[in-house]
């Protein structure tokens, strides 16, 4: 297996097709990571969620990281890894038109996003009802990549090696 | 979709089957989160690595969190978060029984472990040559599982609807 780094253009790219990873956040030192769904676009990230424990740490201290990663199998993965600050996009004219952007950029995945809210807001009735968009200004990203070897590929071992 | 909270059992079940997470460290409340293999054992987890920037966070700040999950769609997941304390296993005579124990329950997984280690250290020559063994030990764990209503059951929304 060889190791190599993902160049800036090639972070971008793994970051625009994805919608699905893991975001940390911090308070006192301690880190909390949960898994999200977001929408990238160039210098930040767009998501949308509850009010809840990484809200309320992300209020406290904004700075975040956001991982995500595609793994076909021991041999074959990328990852790439922003750090990045959290702003609310609060329902005030102030940020009405990137809330609005935001929204856009969320897109079609909502429909999913809008189910969980709705079944998370009739199951537990001291949810806010209003959900609640952010952005994540990206300060830096770095990627990645294995890939089998020529033994690898030759033998066919890399083919043979799921993850799970 | 509907929500709910994992028995602390459920959570020990999912943590049992899972070899891979993200684990969150932090530094001046900065939070980093990588991709990790693990092998969980009763209130510990057990991973090895070259030394690294998060090794180095780790061990000016032992605070860690791993998370770990299985989406199925975006109707079907679950995911456990782990909170916990990093300790480093060094080759000591202190470390030495727990160290062994470690690299009993990592098992089968240090094969490619090894692999990718040796090909990191072919590529990175002021890497240390030793591979970093390690402890997380548990603090606290929670879990949530979504699943299908009764309605997109029956429609099979939830069958159709892939994550990616």
Known sequence: MLIRNLTPQECQQVMARSVFGRLGCARDNQPYVVPIYFAYEADRL??????????????ANPKVCVEVDEVLNHFQWMSVIVTGRYQELPNTREHRSERQHALTALGNHMLWWQTALAAQQASTSHESPEPLFYSIHVDSMTGLRAFPDAVESKTGLADQTRLT
Chains 1, 2 share one sequence.
């Open 46 to 59: 767009y998501g949308f969620t509850t009010v809840g424990r990484k809200i309320e740490w992300m209020r």
